[in-house]
Protein backbone atom coordinates (compact mmCIF):
# COMPACT_ATOMS: atom_id res chain seq x y z
CA UNK A 1 0.00 0.00 0.00
CA UNK A 2 2.62 2.21 0.94
CA UNK A 3 4.80 1.60 -2.67
CA UNK A 4 1.60 2.57 -3.93
CA UNK A 5 0.75 5.69 -2.81
CA UNK A 6 4.73 6.59 -3.09
CA UNK A 7 4.50 6.07 -6.71
CA UNK A 8 1.24 8.23 -6.90
CA UNK A 9 2.93 10.93 -5.47
CA UNK A 10 6.41 11.14 -7.71
CA UNK A 11 3.62 10.61 -10.79
CA UNK A 12 1.74 13.50 -9.63
CA UNK A 13 5.07 15.97 -8.63
CA UNK A 14 6.24 14.90 -12.29
CA UNK A 15 3.32 16.32 -13.67
CA UNK A 16 3.24 19.62 -11.87
CA UNK A 17 6.88 19.93 -13.51
CA UNK A 18 5.79 19.37 -16.82
CA UNK A 19 3.21 21.76 -17.13
CA UNK A 20 3.65 25.11 -18.93
CA UNK A 21 3.66 28.17 -17.31
CA UNK A 22 0.86 30.59 -18.78
CA UNK A 23 2.53 33.91 -19.89
CA UNK A 24 1.23 37.04 -17.89
CA UNK A 25 -0.79 38.97 -19.88
CA UNK A 26 0.64 42.13 -21.80
CA UNK A 27 0.14 45.31 -20.13
CA UNK A 28 -2.16 47.90 -22.38
CA UNK A 29 -0.40 49.94 -24.61
CA UNK A 30 0.20 53.35 -23.44
CA UNK A 31 -2.07 55.86 -25.48
CA UNK A 32 -0.34 58.26 -28.37
CA UNK A 33 1.25 61.25 -26.79
CA UNK A 34 -0.92 64.43 -28.09
CA UNK A 35 0.35 66.60 -30.46
CA UNK A 36 2.64 69.53 -28.90
CA UNK A 37 0.50 73.01 -28.37
CA UNK A 38 1.87 75.29 -30.59
CA UNK A 39 3.66 77.96 -28.66
CA UNK A 40 1.85 81.45 -28.60
CA UNK A 41 3.22 84.08 -30.85
CA UNK A 42 4.97 86.16 -29.30
CA UNK A 43 3.28 89.49 -27.67
CA UNK A 44 4.41 92.71 -29.68
CA UNK A 45 5.08 95.57 -28.01
CA UNK A 46 3.45 99.14 -28.55
CA UNK A 47 4.63 101.21 -31.13
CA UNK A 48 6.95 104.17 -29.90
CA UNK A 49 6.65 107.00 -31.85
CA UNK A 50 7.88 110.70 -31.40
CA UNK A 51 6.02 113.97 -31.01
CA UNK A 52 6.80 117.43 -31.23
CA UNK A 53 3.43 118.63 -29.21
CA UNK A 54 3.93 122.70 -30.11
CA UNK A 55 2.34 122.47 -33.81
CA UNK A 56 -1.27 123.12 -32.78
CA UNK A 57 -3.51 121.66 -34.52
CA UNK A 58 -1.51 118.64 -36.12
CA UNK A 59 0.34 118.26 -32.18
CA UNK A 60 -0.25 119.79 -28.99
CA UNK A 61 -1.34 119.26 -25.72
CA UNK A 62 -4.55 119.24 -23.98
CA UNK A 63 -5.74 121.37 -20.82
CA UNK A 64 -4.27 118.08 -18.83
CA UNK A 65 -1.19 117.44 -20.58
CA UNK A 66 -2.19 114.41 -22.54
CA UNK A 67 -1.07 114.43 -26.74
CA UNK A 68 -3.36 115.25 -29.08
CA UNK A 69 -3.91 116.75 -32.83
CA UNK A 70 -4.46 115.71 -36.30
CA UNK A 71 -0.91 113.76 -35.91
CA UNK A 72 -1.78 111.92 -33.02
CA UNK A 73 -5.11 110.58 -33.93
CA UNK A 74 -3.69 109.57 -36.96
CA UNK A 75 -1.07 108.02 -35.14
CA UNK A 76 -3.61 106.19 -33.01
CA UNK A 77 -5.57 105.03 -35.84
CA UNK A 78 -2.81 103.29 -37.28
CA UNK A 79 -1.70 101.07 -34.28
CA UNK A 80 -4.94 100.02 -34.23
CA UNK A 81 -4.93 98.51 -37.66
CA UNK A 82 -1.00 96.99 -36.77
CA UNK A 83 -2.97 95.50 -33.55
CA UNK A 84 -0.07 97.70 -31.29
CA UNK A 85 -0.36 100.29 -29.20
CA UNK A 86 1.12 103.89 -29.42
CA UNK A 87 3.38 105.27 -26.88
CA UNK A 88 3.93 108.91 -27.39
CA UNK A 89 7.56 110.25 -26.71
CA UNK A 90 7.97 113.90 -26.63
CA UNK A 91 11.11 115.38 -28.85
CA UNK A 92 12.29 118.58 -29.69
CA UNK A 93 12.11 118.62 -33.33
CA UNK A 94 15.54 119.10 -34.57
CA UNK A 95 16.53 116.05 -32.91
CA UNK A 96 13.89 114.28 -34.31
CA UNK A 97 16.00 112.51 -36.59
CA UNK A 98 19.29 111.57 -34.47
CA UNK A 99 16.62 110.22 -31.69
CA UNK A 100 15.08 107.97 -34.69
CA UNK A 101 18.90 106.63 -35.44
CA UNK A 102 19.84 106.20 -32.15
CA UNK A 103 16.63 103.58 -31.15
CA UNK A 104 15.04 106.27 -28.89
CA UNK A 105 11.65 105.21 -30.20
CA UNK A 106 10.49 103.54 -33.19
CA UNK A 107 8.46 106.06 -35.86
CA UNK A 108 8.25 109.65 -36.18
CA UNK A 109 4.94 110.94 -36.87
CA UNK A 110 4.36 114.63 -36.53
CA UNK A 111 4.03 116.57 -39.59
CA UNK A 112 7.11 115.32 -40.99
CA UNK A 113 8.15 116.02 -44.88
CA UNK A 114 9.42 113.36 -46.97
CA UNK A 115 11.90 115.44 -48.32
CA UNK A 116 14.75 113.95 -51.22
CA UNK A 117 17.36 115.66 -48.00
CA UNK A 118 16.06 113.55 -45.29
CA UNK A 119 15.68 110.03 -47.61
CA UNK A 120 19.16 109.77 -47.47
CA UNK A 121 19.19 109.22 -43.60
CA UNK A 122 15.78 107.78 -42.95
CA UNK A 123 13.07 105.87 -44.68
CA UNK A 124 9.13 107.17 -44.96
CA UNK A 125 6.02 105.76 -45.61
CA UNK A 126 3.37 106.94 -47.86
CA UNK A 127 1.97 110.40 -46.91
CA UNK A 128 -0.58 110.62 -44.99
CA UNK A 129 -1.21 114.38 -45.65
CA UNK A 130 -0.36 117.31 -47.98
CA UNK A 131 -0.86 120.83 -47.15
CA UNK A 132 1.40 123.78 -48.27
CA UNK A 133 3.22 126.38 -46.44
CA UNK A 134 2.95 130.67 -45.91
CA UNK A 135 4.68 133.64 -44.80
CA UNK A 136 2.90 135.24 -42.42
CA UNK A 137 4.03 138.95 -41.62
CA UNK A 138 1.64 142.12 -40.07
CA UNK A 139 -1.54 143.00 -41.99
CA UNK A 140 -0.71 145.90 -45.20
CA UNK A 141 3.21 144.36 -45.35
CA UNK A 142 3.86 145.60 -48.86
CA UNK A 143 4.85 142.82 -50.88
CA UNK A 144 6.17 142.87 -54.65
CA UNK A 145 8.60 139.87 -54.44
CA UNK A 146 10.79 138.28 -51.80
CA UNK A 147 13.36 141.19 -51.85
CA UNK A 148 10.50 143.51 -50.44
CA UNK A 149 10.99 141.76 -47.54
CA UNK A 150 14.38 142.58 -46.94
CA UNK A 151 14.78 143.81 -43.08
CA UNK A 152 12.02 141.88 -42.36
CA UNK A 153 12.79 139.13 -38.87
CA UNK A 154 11.80 135.65 -39.60
CA UNK A 155 10.86 133.29 -36.99
CA UNK A 156 11.18 129.40 -38.45
CA UNK A 157 11.30 126.04 -36.46
CA UNK A 158 14.25 124.68 -35.97
CA UNK A 159 15.19 121.86 -38.34
CA UNK A 160 11.96 121.94 -39.98
CA UNK A 161 11.60 122.37 -44.04
CA UNK A 162 10.11 125.92 -43.35
CA UNK A 163 13.42 126.90 -41.88
CA UNK A 164 15.18 125.35 -44.57
CA UNK A 165 12.58 127.63 -47.13
CA UNK A 166 14.01 130.59 -45.57
CA UNK A 167 17.73 129.83 -45.20
CA UNK A 168 18.05 129.17 -49.45
CA UNK A 169 15.14 131.97 -50.59
CA UNK A 170 14.53 134.59 -47.96
CA UNK A 171 18.19 134.84 -45.89
CA UNK A 172 19.89 135.74 -49.72
CA UNK A 173 17.53 138.53 -49.94
CA UNK A 174 18.40 140.39 -46.85
CA UNK A 175 15.45 138.62 -44.56
CA UNK A 176 16.92 137.32 -40.97
CA UNK A 177 16.43 134.03 -40.41
CA UNK A 178 15.38 132.99 -36.73
CA UNK A 179 15.21 129.38 -35.63
CA UNK A 180 13.41 127.85 -32.87
CA UNK A 181 13.02 125.05 -31.16
CA UNK A 182 9.66 124.88 -30.89
CA UNK A 183 7.01 126.90 -32.96
CA UNK A 184 5.05 128.17 -29.94
CA UNK A 185 8.38 130.46 -29.39
CA UNK A 186 7.79 131.91 -32.56
CA UNK A 187 4.47 132.81 -31.71
CA UNK A 188 5.53 134.19 -28.30
CA UNK A 189 7.82 136.34 -29.92
CA UNK A 190 6.00 137.83 -32.91
CA UNK A 191 3.53 138.69 -29.99
CA UNK A 192 6.44 140.50 -28.15
CA UNK A 193 7.81 142.34 -30.91
CA UNK A 194 10.97 140.77 -31.97
CA UNK A 195 9.73 138.69 -34.47
CA UNK A 196 7.81 140.20 -37.69
CA UNK A 197 6.03 137.17 -38.54
CA UNK A 198 7.06 133.42 -39.60
CA UNK A 199 7.41 130.48 -42.50
CA UNK A 200 4.59 127.83 -41.57
CA UNK A 201 2.37 125.34 -42.35
CA UNK A 202 -0.74 126.61 -43.36
CA UNK A 203 -2.79 124.68 -41.67
CA UNK A 204 -1.01 125.27 -38.76
CA UNK A 205 -0.34 129.16 -38.36
CA UNK A 206 -3.75 129.71 -38.96
CA UNK A 207 -5.01 127.45 -36.22
CA UNK A 208 -2.36 127.88 -34.17
CA UNK A 209 -1.67 131.76 -34.36
CA UNK A 210 -3.93 133.38 -36.62
CA UNK A 211 -7.49 132.24 -35.56
CA UNK A 212 -6.24 133.30 -32.42
CA UNK A 213 -6.39 136.84 -30.88
CA UNK A 214 -2.44 137.78 -31.19
CA UNK A 215 -2.91 136.75 -34.52
CA UNK A 216 -5.65 138.80 -35.40
CA UNK A 217 -3.10 141.85 -37.07
CA UNK A 218 -0.97 139.22 -39.35
CA UNK A 219 -1.80 137.48 -42.32
CA UNK A 220 -0.65 135.61 -45.36
CA UNK A 221 2.01 137.73 -47.67
CA UNK A 222 3.18 136.27 -51.18
CA UNK A 223 2.27 133.32 -53.29
CA UNK A 224 1.72 129.89 -51.84
CA UNK A 225 4.97 127.71 -51.02
CA UNK A 226 4.81 124.38 -52.20
CA UNK A 227 7.81 123.33 -54.16
CA UNK A 228 8.08 119.56 -53.68
CA UNK A 229 11.80 120.48 -52.80
CA UNK A 230 10.90 121.80 -49.45
CA UNK A 231 6.79 120.89 -48.64
CA UNK A 232 6.93 116.89 -49.60
CA UNK A 233 3.91 115.54 -48.02
CA UNK A 234 4.16 114.26 -44.19
CA UNK A 235 4.68 110.83 -44.10
CA UNK A 236 5.57 108.47 -40.74
CA UNK A 237 9.22 108.44 -40.61
CA UNK A 238 11.12 105.32 -39.52
CA UNK A 239 14.69 103.87 -39.71
CA UNK A 240 16.24 102.45 -43.16
CA UNK A 241 15.82 98.53 -42.90
CA UNK A 242 12.35 98.50 -41.56
CA UNK A 243 10.90 97.35 -44.35
CA UNK A 244 7.88 95.06 -42.45
CA UNK A 245 6.71 98.03 -40.16
CA UNK A 246 7.09 100.08 -43.47
CA UNK A 247 4.44 97.19 -45.58
CA UNK A 248 1.98 97.38 -42.03
CA UNK A 249 2.28 101.37 -42.12
CA UNK A 250 1.11 101.66 -45.42
CA UNK A 251 -1.61 99.08 -45.57
CA UNK A 252 -3.21 100.87 -42.13
CA UNK A 253 -2.85 104.06 -44.38
CA UNK A 254 -4.51 102.61 -47.09
CA UNK A 255 -6.93 101.36 -44.66
CA UNK A 256 -7.99 104.06 -42.98
CA UNK A 257 -8.57 106.18 -45.86
CA UNK A 258 -10.95 104.26 -47.48
CA UNK A 259 -12.59 102.79 -44.33
CA UNK A 260 -13.93 106.63 -43.28
CA UNK A 261 -11.35 106.70 -40.41
CA UNK A 262 -9.39 109.73 -42.23
CA UNK A 263 -12.27 111.46 -43.25
CA UNK A 264 -13.72 111.49 -39.74
CA UNK A 265 -10.45 113.03 -38.25
CA UNK A 266 -9.77 115.48 -41.65
CA UNK A 267 -13.06 116.92 -40.27
CA UNK A 268 -12.38 116.95 -36.54
CA UNK A 269 -9.74 119.28 -37.01
CA UNK A 270 -10.15 120.96 -40.43
CA UNK A 271 -13.97 121.15 -41.25
CA UNK A 272 -13.87 124.90 -41.25
CA UNK A 273 -11.63 124.90 -44.10
CA UNK A 274 -13.71 122.36 -46.64
CA UNK A 275 -10.40 120.54 -47.29
CA UNK A 276 -9.08 117.38 -47.39
CA UNK A 277 -6.03 117.55 -45.77
CA UNK A 278 -4.53 114.22 -47.51
CA UNK A 279 -4.24 116.84 -50.99
CA UNK A 280 -3.72 115.43 -54.04
Known sequence: MKKLLLALAVTSVLAACGKKEEAAPAAPAAPASAPAAAAPAPEVGPLKVAIDPTYEPFTFKSADGTPTGFDVDVANALCEQIKRKCEFVEQVWDSMIPGLNAKKYDVIISSMSATDERKKEIDFTDKYYQTPSRIVLKKGTKFTDLASLKGKKIGVLKGSTQEKYAMDNLKPVGVVVNSYEAQDQVYLDIKSGRLDGTVADFLEVTGGFLSKPEGAKYEFVGPV???????????????????????????????IRSNGTYKTLNDKYFAKYSIDVYGE
Open 225 to 255: LSDVKYFAGAAVALRKGEDKLKGELNEAIKT
